[in-house]
């Protein structure tokens, strides 16, 4: 009788002690279930490809320096190394952000005045401190409000209609505006800094048709091609835009300001290329400009790739 009162005890004691393992753990909690999936399914964001900047005044070799500023070569020999060297920008942290200039003046020609030269480059490699945003998606916010903030239109899409000569909508025949190929107008006018505020489009004859009037260059009575105007860029890294400004009308217009932006992961690279003409009467000539600093961009681009 002993053996029989004891085993009933036992199996109480057994009932409470599982009782009391099993309580914490109640399979209908739903905060329970939201803890548990938040603590094993949350990731950190990635990363950006790139934790380390080039060198920016070893960025632009000789050649492209002697295409984009000629004045170095006409420097004198003992500052001509200096001038090829450009100037490094003050950083604080070279692994963050770094930048060079350069600058030169063109002798007098025998059929003008000469000009004066410059060219920035600025490279920023970011860091988003953002548990919940990327590096990449960090850059991509900086990019768009330089995109932003330089005006550039959106990319009108494939096909979209235009407006004839006549007023009358009708269906381009050649499909949205080039954005990526290299402008192919020669000798054609200058943009102004303001985009047109029409989507604007190559028609037959390759003769622009808009819903707006095209943007007028400064001193000049035509108008300003398409492939020349404020415009975002294709295959240039992630994403990329080009602006081009004239100078002042009060200065004489004949200065030009070209620049082109593009994001490569977490890195942005500005490139600034700047030119006043000595002679007003011989403005800056904006499709060389263009191709020039666009092929810089691609060159610094690719870089990032080797």
Known sequence: MRGKAWAPGVAVLLAVALAGCTGGEDAGDPDAKRGASDTTTAAAPRPGRFDTLPQPCKAVDRATLDSLLPGLRALPADERED???????????????????WKAESAQADDGAGRTDSLTLDLERVV???????????????????LTAAHIPDPAPSGSPTTSAGGSPSASTSGSPSISGSPSSEGSASPSGSPSPGNSETGKGGQSTSTSPSASVSGDTGTTPAEL?????????NDAFLNDSPGSASAGGSSRTVTVVFRTSNVVVSIVYKQQPGDPRQPADSKEMQDKARKLAGRIADSFEE
């Not at 450009?86 to 942290?93: E, K, M, Q, V, W």
């Not at 988003?128 to 330089?146: G, W």
């Not at 105007?229 to 890294?237: E, I, Q, V, W």
């Open 83 to 101: 001038g090829y060297a450009g100037t490094l920008a003050p950083t604080f942290d070279n692994e963050r952000k770094v930048g060079c200039a």
């Open 229 to 237: 105007l404020p415009r975002t860029l294709s295959g240039l890294g």
């Open 128 to 146: 988003s401190y953002d548990a919940a945003k990327s590096d990449d998606d960090r850059a991509r916010e900086m990019y768009e409000k330089r």
